[in-house]
Structure formats: structure tokens, C-alpha cells
């Protein structure tokens, strides 16, 4: 599964984003979906995921800010970042764990200037 993220970008804060990723069969039937980020010199870390029935799981850090969604039509999953502050600087992927194996997408960054 090779996976596509687009949409990041400079903001500032209070801003928001729409980052996408595009996969590259069909997601129908991958369970977990997810969004992680790495801000720099710190750990990658999860910001949310969301199976395939539409449950849905967020760090505490973007609980009320962020949401996750899936359109399984479009082999897409998205983030929408609303009140960015600039600690959700980072780079951020997607991610999936398919038939054993963990897969990630490239990277796309976002910048929150405060």
C-alpha cells in the first residue's frame, strides 16, 4: 500500500488545514486508518485513527480541534486542523497497518506561526 499525504502548508495560528492521503488500492477493507505527526527533535506520535466502521480516536492534544475522516470510494483519508496553535508544527503522515505490514506516507509538512 503505497500512501500519498498533501494539503500541508504555512498557517497561522488559529488557522486551518485540510491534509489528505491518498492510497494506492482500495482501503474498504483496512480497518485502521491513521494521522501521526513528528515535530523536530521530538518522537512521532499519534494524532488520531479511524477504522473502518468509522470509530474514531484523537490525542488529547487535538480532541475538539481535529477530525478525522474516510471516504473509502476515494481510497482517501483526511485531517481537518481547525484552531491550529503552533505547536502542531510538525511533519505529518499517514499511516496504515495492512496484512502484517506497518505502511507510511511520505511526510507533508505544516508550519503554525504563531
Known amino acids: 500500500v503505497q500512501l500519498q499525504a498533501s494539503g500541508g502548508g504555512l498557517v497561522q495560528a488559529g488557522g486551518s488545514l485540510r491534509l489528505s492521503c491518498a492510497a494506492s488500492r482500495s482501503i474498504f477493507s483496512i480497518n485502521f486508518m491513521g494521522w501521526y505527526r513528528q515535530a523536530p527533535g521530538k518522537q512521532r506520535e499519534l494524532v488520531g485513527l479511524?477504522?473502518?466502521?468509522?470509530?474514531?480516536t484523537y490525542a488529547d492534544s487535538v480532541k475538539g480541534r481535529f477530525t478525522i475522516s474516510r471516504d473509502n470510494a476515494k481510497n482517501a483519508v483526511y485531517l481537518q486542523m481547525n484552531s491550529l496553535k503552533p505547536e502542531d508544527t510538525a511533519v505529518y503522515y499517514c499511516?496504515?497497518?495492512?496484512?502484517?505490514?506497518?505502511?507510511w506516507g511520505q511526510g507533508t509538512q505544516v508550519t503554525v506561526s504563531s
Open positions: 479511524i477504522s473502518n466502521i468509522g470509530s474514531l
Open positions: 499511516s496504515t497497518y495492512y496484512s502484517g505490514t506497518t505502511y
